[in-house]
């Protein structure tokens, strides 16, 4: 038998190798591995508590920080003891008023009648805190900072949690708050009467009159109120809130000569 023409094996090698090429691509891997699969961590329970503090703790600090900068410009559109006193009352009456359109003499009062410091303190008054500690515990000892702190973000009424929140929450609203935002904020939450919240619908309610046109006396009365608004009246006042505004107006009168107005007037 002859051999065969090298045409013919030719042939064969390269089908041969085609073949074999074939089957090395089918062979071959594609280099892509398959990620392994994340193995769940089991947490023990005390653990999950721990997380879950963690996130709540994170979550509320989050929110009173969005809280404190938003209002730093955005007006209170309302407040829990609004909300709240709307609830039982259904109704309150409150008519947000910016600080340019109050008499200058309503600031200059509240500040005299509830915390004559505040131009001076960066939110606590450490010498009205230790008078108070002197006196056992009987005087008050907020500042309007505190008080505004726990109108605007907190509730009403005694009790440790909220003196602590309103404690942590103070300082930061004095580091980005103007003094002047924060007298703002207060005569615009401040309750005067049942149902009765802001310097605008408290000049209206007692003496009929917008807050631009408040004179000394009674913006000297309607400060009297405070921190007992519905056991007093500014248009019926009792002996006892015709003194108590009658030292305020000296207050605020004294304040004014000594600078101690100057950091929230113009």
Request: glycine letters at 6%.
């Amino acid at each position: 038998m002859s051999p065969p023409p090298i045409a013919y094996l030719d042939r064969v090698v390269a089908s041969w190798s085609e073949r074999y090429v074939a089957r090395a691509a089918r062979k071959k891997p594609t280099g892509k591995k398959k990620a392994p699969k994340k193995k769940r961590i089991k947490l023990h329970p005390i653990e999950w508590i721990r997380l879950w503090i963690k996130r709540v703790f994170l979550a509320f600090i989050c929110f009173f920080a969005a809280g404190i900068v938003g209002y730093a410009f955005i007006n209170p559109p309302t407040t829990p003891h609004i909300v709240s006193e709307k609830m039982r009352l259904g109704w309150a009456d409150r008519q947000w008023v910016d600080l340019d359109e109050v008499a200058p003499v309503m600031a200059r009062s509240v500040v005299a009648a509830e915390d004559a410091n505040f131009c001076g303190h960066w939110g606590f008054d450490m010498r009205a805190i230790r008078a108070a500690i002197d006196d056992g515990g009987s005087r008050g000892a907020s500042t309007l900072t505190q008080q505004v702190v726990k109108n605007v973000y907190l509730w009403h009424g005694r009790s440790w949690p909220r003196k602590a929140l309103e404690a942590a929450i103070t300082p930061f609203v004095e580091l980005v708050w103007t003094k002047r935002r924060i007298i703002e904020v207060y005569l615009n939450v401040a309750e005067f009467d049942e149902g009765v919240f802001g310097v605008e619908a408290a000049a209206r309610h007692y003496f009929g009159v917008g807050p631009e046109k408040l004179t000394a006396v009674q913006a000297a009365r309607l400060a009297a109120l405070l921190p007992n608004p519905k056991e007093r009246s500014a248009s019926r006042p009792s002996a006892f809130v015709r003194k108590r505004a009658q030292s305020i107006v000296d207050g605020a009168a004294t304040i004014r000569a000594d600078g101690r107005s100057s950091c929230f007037e113009d």
